[in-house]
């Protein structure tokens, strides 16, 4: 596609419910990243997938957070039992590789905006 | 904890006029990177500076890069409203990690 998108672009959920937001990469890009921003804040990184496994997955806040990657594009990442922390701009971006080498530069999808009541 | 720290956090200048945001981290980096973010959405790569390089420009961007203080300068010359959004500094950490700081918010007023 020609940019990373993401769905749903705003949701509204109930405290205790679990959500699921969508992560289309850039085709082509290899890795993928997940980050987390709340109000009036930096990014805050949560995992990445190089490919469909996660060599890091130490910014996730919670075992309530999860995310997988299938078929080496699509990434899910799931929030079990929202709490109103939770709430945020979950952004997600991909990055190309060539040659076995992961450009630095990563491009952004527009996000998904959370809000837990 | 925050890698990139910017400074001001807030900045207001007049249209045409230049602006400096600043940057400072903590650890060793490969690289380092500034990106900008419109009205809280997905945010728009604009430079990287690798750790070997003092300054890099891109039509009205220049970044300079110290690594000696660990501190990194983004200035926008000609500054226009469209200028307008909250910019972040990113370093690497290593396996493709971004640490982002906290962002300077940089108004033009027409």
């Known amino acids: 596609g020609a940019g990373v998108s993401q769905s749903p672009s705003n949701k509204v959920t109930e405290k205790g419910k679990d959500v699921e937001l969508r992560c289309d990469p850039i085709?082509?890009?290899?890795?993928l990243y997940w980050y987390r921003q709340s109000l009036g804040q930096g990014l805050e990184f949560l995992i990445y997938f190089q490919g469909n496994s996660a060599p890091d997955k130490s910014g996730l806040p919670s075992d309530r957070f999860s995310a997988e990657r299938t078929g080496g594009s699509v990434s899910t990442l799931t929030i079990q039992r929202t709490q109103q922390e939770d709430s945020a701009v979950y952004l997600c971006a991909s990055s190309l590789e060539a040659g076995g080498l992961i450009y630095e530069t990563q491009y952004f999808g527009p996000g998904t905006r959370l809000l837990v009541l | 904890s925050q890698q990139g720290e910017e400074d001001p956090q807030a900045l207001s200048i007049q249209e045409g006029e230049n602006a400096t945001m600043n940057c400072s981290y903590k650890?060793?980096?490969?690289?380092l990177q500034w990106y900008r973010q419109n009205s809280g959405r997905g945010l728009v790569h604009l430079i990287l500076i690798r750790s070997n390089e003092r300054e890099k420009h891109s039509g009205r961007l220049r970044v300079t890069l110290d690594t000696s203080k660990k501190s990194s300068s983004l200035l926008i010359t000609a500054s226009r409203a469209a200028d307008t959004a909250s910019y972040f500094c990113a370093t690497d950490q290593g396996a493709q990690k971004l640490v982002f700081g906290q962002g300077t918010r940089l108004t033009i007023n027409p």
């Open positions: 650890t060793s980096i490969n690289n």
């Open positions: 085709s082509g890009h290899t890795a």
